[in-house]
Every structure is written in structure tokens, then in C-alpha cells.
């Protein structure tokens, strides 16, 4: 049975770098031909696509974020990772990473347990 | 982008008796279209997909429908643990996916 869990830090102070880890177990990242994403939730609302990565590096982020955001893969550790920079108090919010399918199969099954994340100084 | 507008906000009714969501894109998405349940503390789950294939392990009283922009999820006779916060996604205009702001359902 896959399972994702996110993990990192709990708190990041506005203008720096927000890092989170997913670790993957009970299936591989590679060669899955599978998109691996990352969703957040801003505290009480509903659900915002941030971006994924598939094939071992080919990445497509929400324009939103973009300018901000860096998703990356290790394969070895099964892992796969999120960058955001020039965090603000509007980043503050609960990251999930998730499982997607190509295309228009990129419905979103399954998820981690999600990790909070608060900017603040 | 594709706004996903769901209604009601909030929908009351009593455990037992058929709960209907609906979702609505603002643009055709064919059948294109995902529903998630949340419970608090917890991360969505999938329901459905394509907009009527129930996921694996999904109950059969979990049912999808509809296509282009209309789509509904009936829960046909209420359980106490399907009170939770339901989304809509669509996957139409990937990979700019996009979801509903969610309909809290609340016992009554």
C-alpha cells in the first residue's frame, strides 16, 4: 500500500526558504509513471495545486507560485522535495505532497498526512 | 483558469437520509472531474473519479454524476462518519488543477 509523509519545519521566518520533504514507501517514485505533487491548504480553506515533478525531473508549477517554487527528486531515497523562497504570512498553511495521475487523470490519490508550516518571525 | 464554485456552503441533514452536492465549472470539463472527502485532522480522501467511478474501496452509497459543467455527489442513505467537508477538483485543464472551496456536510 503507497504511503507519503511529509516532514520539515514546523516554522519558517518571512523572506526565507521554505524546505519540505515527502518520503514515498511502498511503491517507487521511478519509473511509476506516476506525477508527484504538492497541495496546500491555507489555514480553514479549501485546497490550492502548487506543482509536480514526473520522470525524474520534468516539473510544471501553478503560475501562481512559479516565480517561487522548486520541486526536485531523489529517486535513491525515494523522496521527492518542495522549495518555496520569499516566504510570507501568506504561505502559511498545511502542505500536503500526493500521489497524481498524467493528464487528465490527475485526480490526486494518495495523499500524506499533511504538514504544517507557519511564517513567522 | 477554471473557477470550481460549489454549493451549498453548508448542508444539513439527518444521518440516514440522501445528502446532494453539487459542483459547478465555469467552463466544460467534460468528465473530468474528481471529489474528495476531508475529516477534520485528516487529508482528503478520494471518492470519486472521472466524475462517476467510485475509487477503490469507496461505498456504493457514494454515487457521481453529471458532465460539461453540472456534476453532483449523492450520498444515498447518511452514515455518522460521512460528515466531513467534501471538494470538488477538475482535471480538465491540466495541469493547472483546480478545486472547489468545499461543502461542509453537518448532521441535523
Known amino acids: 500500500q503507497l504511503q507519503l509523509q511529509e516532514s520539515g519545519p514546523g516554522l519558517v521566518k518571512p523572506s526565507q526558504t521554505l524546505s519540505l520533504t515527502c518520503t514515498v514507501s511502498?511503491?517507487?517514485?521511478?519509473?511509476?509513471?506516476?506525477?508527484w505533487n504538492w497541495i496546500r491548504q491555507h489555514p480553514g480553506k479549501g485546497l490550492e495545486w502548487i506543482g509536480y515533478i514526473y520522470d525524474s525531473g520534468n516539473t510544471y508549477y501553478s503560475p501562481s507560485l512559479k516565480s517561487r517554487v522548486t520541486v526536485s527528486v531523489d529517486t535513491s531515497k525515494n523522496q521527492f522535495y518542495l522549495r518555496l523562497t520569499s516566504v510570507t504570512a501568506a504561505d502559511t498553511a498545511l502542505y500536503y505532497c500526493?500521489?497524481?495521475?498524467?493528464?487528465?487523470?490527475?485526480?490526486?490519490?494518495?495523499w500524506g498526512l499533511g504538514t504544517l508550516v507557519t511564517v513567522s518571525s | 483558469e477554471i473557477v470550481m464554485t460549489q454549493s451549498p456552503a453548508t448542508l444539513s441533514v439527518s444521518p440516514g437520509e440522501r445528502a446532494t452536492l453539487s459542483c459547478r465549472a465555469s467552463q466544460s470539463i467534460s468528465s473530468n472531474l474528481a471529489w474528495y472527502q476531508q475529516k477534520p485532522g485528516q487529508a482528503p480522501r478520494l471518492l470519486i473519479h472521472d466524475a462517476s467511478t467510485r475509487a477503490t474501496g469507496i461505498p456504493a452509497r457514494f454515487s457521481g454524476s453529471g458532465s460539461g459543467t453540472e456534476f453532483t455527489l449523492t450520498i444515498s442513505s447518511l452514515q455518522s462518519e460521512d460528515f466531513a467537508v467534501y471538494y470538488c477538483q477538475q482535471c480538465f485543464d491540466w495541469p493547472l488543477y483546480t478545486f472547489g472551496q468545499g461543502t461542509k456536510l453537518q448532521i441535523k
Open positions: 511502498g511503491g517507487s517514485i521511478s519509473g511509476s509513471g506516476y506525477y
Open positions: 500526493a500521489r497524481g495521475g498524467r493528464g487528465r487523470n490527475g485526480y490526486f490519490d494518495p
